[in-house]
């Protein structure tokens, strides 16, 4: 394998060791935030869920937050691959003309624009993703407290300002500013993680709730507003599921029959929060994934794609107005990876513990 890298907790290796890898194997798949880093993983979800998975029948939460959650979402419609496919083509095709003495749109056109993309990606196919006869979806999203449970030009800065000195000092202080609500399909039984990390509500998913709770999820503070009043769910305003959990560093609980939390990622690292990108010391690994097996890009191979990373959002500065530049780098970007799609399932014809890293 000269793209993919494989790494793994000790619970995930032993059992490749002992059994291989089978689609009955896999009882979580989770997804990262993470904005366009997130494309160079269409080939792999197009494999996962449009071949792979559907050889087997058991259940499967799919757990995401932001960018993730929409993939995952995807992943519940029929004709998933085809799904996936559209959401790569509308993901690089997104464009926000600027209005005129402005470097960068405004929060409220962003999500206005945004909304209006979900409304014709899942307009009339709800109901797919909420019934899906084996996938759980459990959208994650970080709802305010105290000054950010309400939205304001002065008070959503302090607050933010006041949640990251607080998470500085330990992440569980976090949760005096932001909580974790997640939004879950109506077969879910429970969640399948533990939630004594951080305060955690659970909401059920719902036709008067998907696009919202959706939306919720995909938004960045200060790149998009925060979503007001969702629909069954505790009063006050929504951010990026990304916040509380960046990257789904989760305790995670998979079923005795299908122990592998399977984890297309675009990165070895699992950092938990988005404002635990600075404090490197919380990128290890912990025993709240020794089941989890990440596929990811060789760092080495990533220095091939263009601009020698992966997509993201500072591309949209780096090529302002040059909508045609930025996609033609993104579509290369996605083409390439398709490598880490074909190479994941030639080691799955003869998996190989030797090259399972540790996590």
């Not at 909580?179 to 109506?186: H, I, K, L, M, Q």
């Not at 959990?245 to 005795?256: C, E, G, I, S």
């Not at 020794?290 to 890009?297: E, G, K, R």
Request: with cysteine; glycine share 8%; hydrophobic share 40%.
């Amino acid at each position: 394998m000269q793209a993919l890298r494989l790494y793994a907790g000790p619970v995930a290796r032993r059992h490749i060791q002992q059994q291989g890898l089978r689609p009955q194997d896999v009882g979580i798949v989770p997804a990262a935030a993470g904005g366009p880093k997130g494309l160079i993983l269409g080939p792999l979800d197009r494999f996962i869920f449009g071949h792979w998975l559907p050889q087997s029948d058991q259940a499967v939460d799919l757990v995401g937050a932001s960018i993730g959650a929409w993939r995952m979402a995807t992943a519940c419609l029929n004709q998933s691959e085809a799904a996936f496919e559209r959401l790569e083509r509308d993901y690089i095709a997104q464009h926000y003309e600027l209005p005129p003495g402005q470097k960068r749109p405004s929060a409220t056109q962003v999500s206005e624009q945004f909304g209006q993309n979900l409304q014709r990606f899942y307009g009339g196919r709800i109901g797919e993703v909420l019934h899906h006869p084996r996938y759980r979806l459990h959208i994650v999203t970080s709802h305010g407290r105290h000054i950010l449970g309400r939205e304001g030009a002065v008070r959503t800065p302090l607050g933010y300002a006041g949640a990251f000195a607080a998470n500085a000092l330990h992440r569980k202080a976090l949760g005096a500013w932001l909580d974790r609500v997640v939004f879950s399909s109506p077969g879910a039984a429970d969640l399948p993680f533990a939630t004594s990390d951080f305060r955690t509500r659970r909401v059920a998913l719902s036709d008067a709730n998907f696009m919202d709770a959706l939306q919720a999820s995909c938004s960045i503070p200060f790149v998009l507003r925060p979503v007001h009043g969702i629909a069954g769910a505790p009063p006050g305003v929504y951010w990026d599921g990304g916040i509380t959990d960046y990257h789904m560093h989760l305790r995670y609980q998979p079923a005795a029959a299908s122990p592998v939390v399977l984890y297309p990622h675009f990165q070895k690292a699992v950092v938990p929060g988005w404002l635990d990108k600075v404090w490197k010391h919380r990128h290890r690994a912990t025993p709240a994934l020794d089941s989890m097996l990440v596929l990811a890009p060789d760092p080495d191979w990533v220095r091939t794609l263009p601009n020698a990373k992966l997509p993201d959002r500072n591309d949209f500065t780096h090529y302002g107005p040059n909508l045609a530049a930025r996609m033609q780098a993104w579509n290369a970007a996605v083409g390439a990876s398709r490598q880490l799609a074909d190479e994941f399932a030639q080691w799955l014809e003869r998996p190989d513990p030797g090259r399972i890293e540790a996590l």
